[in-house]
């Protein structure tokens, strides 16, 4: 009997291990990438040419050899035909008599880049609008056993848009951005709001015009029996001693079951089950769950980013479907309260006041299929290394790929997320509004789940376009009063009512802002409350020393130009090029003031490089130097400002821009001096009428006991003076230190070739250092520094040691590679040395780094006997 007994368990566990094997082997849903077997032609054409899926008409007919690089020099004025063409794509694929029998069968198009009409087997399945949005269509009934064709038309965006720009009977304002000249445009007419495409597409400032069609995101062909899981939501719901959640799953299904299971595993350990019944059709259910003792996700630079996952299964019968997500639990408010200054906007990060520190971002290629994971990895690792906290995605690009935010999720990068509009206002019919509405929805749930977003906002500079810079008179003066009502209905109604509301249904815990910036719902910015983009420096002319006294709530835009550094500009031109008002380099310069205001601003503070090589140099030097005034302001009025995020910290094609890391990846000065200025603890210095103020900031969470070191040195090395005392720096602010009148400095000695040192040192070892000069640095006599290097490789990286005799002044290494070094464009003070490293590839020797090294110092740009 016993043997029978243990027979029937060996048995039954045979059985439930072969049930359970057969659920999570044989699923519910199954999926393939339409990817391969792609060709396209113009509509026009007779013959098919091969494709890439995802990809871009621009991408395709450069591979094919149709078209030049659209980078390389003048090539971009050329190949605005592209965008006046109608494209088709068409592929096929082989189904089995298995794959049929499934019960539900769909396409999903995650982005058609914009104006499609799509057949399967020729009948129609689809037509699309709106690049944001993600379709689907049932099309069991359409498929065949065997071979299946799949064929999409892409109308040209640009002939939709001058059918829906002639047919509106009025003008809508839209900023100069929108490039209609170059692009070739009937009548220079700017149709980029009539679509629900990327704005930058048509041009920008800093961009080139390349309106694009395609499939840009892939397709997918997804099968199913019995239930699929359409979405998955995991709210946090309180979060204390535990972590109150609740799995909002939305489910279909084609049979009744009263008896299905949803499990739902933290980490792969099962922690709920709950039994079910499914309905024919949509399904709601919300999982209440609890994690006890929960790891808190901190943002970059305050703690670890712990990220739980959370998987739910459904299992109904022998079929079960599963979806999961990653999950940092954390708290984040937008806090906006009355104080001594007007009103606050700030974000507070689980329960604690946290100053942002980052940039805004845009795309990173014109053509959106070519960044791959290893560009997001580059961009994103880069913010991480220079102390950033936030991103702002800008209103002009995309809602980003899912891969963005899982690495800012990973690296404790919060994200400003705005909604796709810019610089423009917008039609208001209803088609327009319900397209709007549900790429909204689209989007808002497709990344709600991603701990990192922290705020939505609804458009960029719009706001401030129709108040501050005319529109709205212009409207009411050229049109009239009504067509203006007209338009702001338009804008009130997207971006007061739809954008917020659809915010508050689908992920009611985060903060909406209706417009970046903006000091109130609907009122223009101001210092006082809401966030601000100060653009004085710059398109005024404003000197650097605006930004100590401009001091809003929230920073969320500022910035000035550079140009790339001289190995990348070789990518897209020729020797008769180097010159900035070439026509290569003009063109690759789209601000309207651009190469001029650069020249104009560093004639304020250097002395004029020799050569056009120097002058690329002397441009990354100015940029971080005007940056680095701006953000030390900001972080040392941090009772005031909460956040500092300049323009811009990438770019989509190789131009003279505002970025700090150019399209190859290189990092300018600026991002160099990023790092320092945004590193936890700051020493900074504050020039007042007959004072010197030294302030420290932290934003640690945590005292820190330290001493800070006052040194002022001449460039030979000779110390005139020193100061040190004892500090506690107290924990998230910024304090004054030292508050030390100019005479008791400059003035001890003749010379204004002076600088101060300022240094905190904890446990005898220097934490942070900030050099401040007196003078700008034209009227500066730095000596030749006497500089020498060695040059040691290891296994995956070289490492330069640095000898200088003298001030050594922004020592900036190059190679040629694409490779960035540890640390460049850095001051050494007299007797010092410094080690920095580069990574090698696979192709480098010692012999080869030797012969590509250049080290070069500021005196070196307007030297010619070095």
């Known amino acids: ?137 049932g099309v069991k009934s359409k498929l065949k056993e065997g071979n299946n064709v799949l064929r999409i038309v892409f109308e040209s965006p640009i002939k939709k848009g001058l059918e829906k720009y002639d047919a509106l009977g009025y003008k809508i304002p839209v900023s100069d951005n929108d490039l209609a000249n170059i692009g070739k445009v009937e009548g220079d007419k700017q149709v980029s709001i009539f679509t629900r495409k990327a704005g930058y597409h048509f041009g920008w400032d800093w961009g080139p015009r390349f309106v694009s069609s395609g499939i840009w995101r892939p397709i997918k062909l997804r099968s199913w029996n019995h239930h699929k899981i359409d979405d998955l939501y995991i709210k946090q719901d309180t979060l204390a001693q535990s972590a109150s959640l609740t799995a909002q799953i939305e489910l279909s299904a084609n049979e009744i079951n009263e008896k299905s299971e949803i499990e739902i595993l933290v980490n792969d350990s099962i922690i709920k089950k709950q039994e079910v019944a499914l309905a024919v059709g949509k399904n709601k259910f919300n999982i209440p769950f609890k994690i006890e003792n929960p790891e808190l996700w901190w943002p970059n630079g305050m703690g670890e980013q ?92 995309i809602y980003e790929n899912d891969e963005f935010y899982q690495m800012c999720d990973e690296m404790g990068l919060l994200v400003w997320q705005d909604f796709m509009f810019a610089c423009a206002m917008f039609p208001g019919d209803q088609g327009f509004l319900d397209n709007v509405r549900q790429e909204a929805i689209d989007n808002v749930k497709r990344l709600r789940n991603h701990t990192s977003i922290a705020l939505w906002c609804g458009n960029n500079e719009i706001l401030s376009a129709w108040e501050n810079w005319g529109w709205k008179n212009q409207v009411t003066e050229n049109q009239s009063p009504e067509i203006s009502d007209t338009i702001w209905k338009a804008y009130d109604d997207i971006f007061h009512k739809i954008l917020p509301e659809v915010v508050q249904n689908f ?51 500022y910035g000035f130009q550079s140009f790339p550094e001289m190995s990348s500009v ?14 290569v380099m003009k063109s690759h310069q789209r601000s309207s003031i651009g190469n001029e205001t650069i020249e104009e601003y560093m004639l304020r503070h250097y002395k004029r490089p020799k050569d056009f090589e120097s002058f690329l140099y002397v441009s990354h030097l100015l940029q971080a130097h005007g940056i680095k005034v701006g953000i030390e302001a900001h972080r040392r009025n941090r009772d005031r400002c909460m956040g500092s995020l300049y323009w811009q910290i990438n770019d989509c094609w190789p131009v003279a821009s505002w970025s700090s890391i150019d399209y190859y990846g290189k990092w300018k000065a600026l991002h160099y001096e990023a790092k320092k200025s945004f590193e936890n603890f700051l020493v900074t210095f504050e020039e007042q009428t007959d004072s010197l103020k030294v302030h420290i900031v932290s934003d640690s969470l945590q ?164």
């Not at 008769?576 to 026509?583: G, L, T």
Request: net charge negative; hydrophobic share 35%; proline share 5%.
């Open 1 to 137: 009997m016993l043997k029978t007994t243990r027979l029937l368990q060996t048995l039954f566990f045979i059985m439930a291990t072969v049930f359970l094997s057969s659920c999570d082997n044989d699923p519910s849903v199954s999926e393939i990438e339409i990817a391969q077997n792609w060709t396209f032609k113009n509509t026009q054409d007779t013959l098919w040419n091969r494709a890439t899926v995802p990809g871009t008409v621009h991408t395709d007919l450069m591979e094919i050899g149709e078209i030049p690089d659209p980078y390389y020099r003048l090539n971009e004025h050329d190949l605005q035909w592209i965008d006046k063409e109608d494209w088709e794509y068409k592929t096929n694929f082989n189904l089995t008599k298995e794959d049929l029998e499934k019960q539900e069968i769909e396409l999903d198009f995650s982005g058609l880049d914009t104006y499609s009409t799509v057949y399967l087997n020729e009948t129609l399945i689809l037509k699309t609008d709106n690049m944001f949005r993600t379709y689907s269509a």
């Open 306 to 397: 712990v990220l739980y996952n959370i998987e739910v299964k459904v299992i109904s019968d022998s079929y079960i479907d599963r979806k999961s997500h990653q999950i940092g639990l954390r708290t984040v408010e937008l806090v906006r309260e009355p104080d001594a200054y007007g009103t606050s906007f700030y974000f507070k990060v689980n329960g604690h006041p946290v100053f942002m520190k980052g940039a805004n971002y845009i795309p990173q290629d014109a053509f959106l299929p070519r960044a791959k994971k290893s560009n997001y990895e580059h961009i994103l690792t880069s913010a991480k290394e220079a102390n950033m906290n936030m991103l702002r995605v800008w209103g002009g690009g």
């Open 507 to 557: 992920d009611g815990n985060r903060a909406y802002w209706p417009s970046s910036p903006e000091s109130d719902f609907g009122e223009p910015e101001s210092l006082e409350k809401g966030d601000a983009h100060y653009w004085m420096v710059w398109w005024g002319k404003e000197p650097f020393e605006k930004y100590t006294t401009e001091i809003p709530r929230f920073m969320s835009e």
């Open 570 to 583: 070789k990518k897209y031109t020729i020797p008769e090029d180097y010159d900035i008002y070439s026509e």
């Open 703 to 866: 005292p820190l006991d330290a001493k800070l070191k006052l040194r002022l040195l001449d460039f030979e090395g000779n110390e005139i003076n020193q100061r040190e005392k004892e500090v506690v720096v107290a924990p998230n602010r910024s304090q004054s230190y030292f508050s030390i009148p100019k005479n008791d400095l400059v003035n001890r000695t003749v010379s204004k070739n002076v600088l101060l040192q300022g240094e905190l040192i904890v446990d005898e070892k220097v934490k942070m250092e900030n050099l401040h000069y007196f003078s700008p640095y034209k009227s500066l006599d730095f000596p030749n520094p006497e500089l020498s290097f060695s040059i040691k490789e290891n296994t995956d990286s070289f490492e330069v040691t640095l000898s200088t005799r003298k001030l050594a002044k922004n020592v900036f290494l190059s190679t040629g590679s694409d490779a960035n070094f540890s640390d460049n464009y850095f001051d050494m003070l007299p007797n010092t040395k410094k080690t920095v490293s580069i990574e090698k590839n696979e192709n480098d020797d010692l012999d080869s780094f030797k012969n590509n090294l250049k080290v070069i110092t500021l005196v070196d740009t307007y030297k010619t006997d070095i």
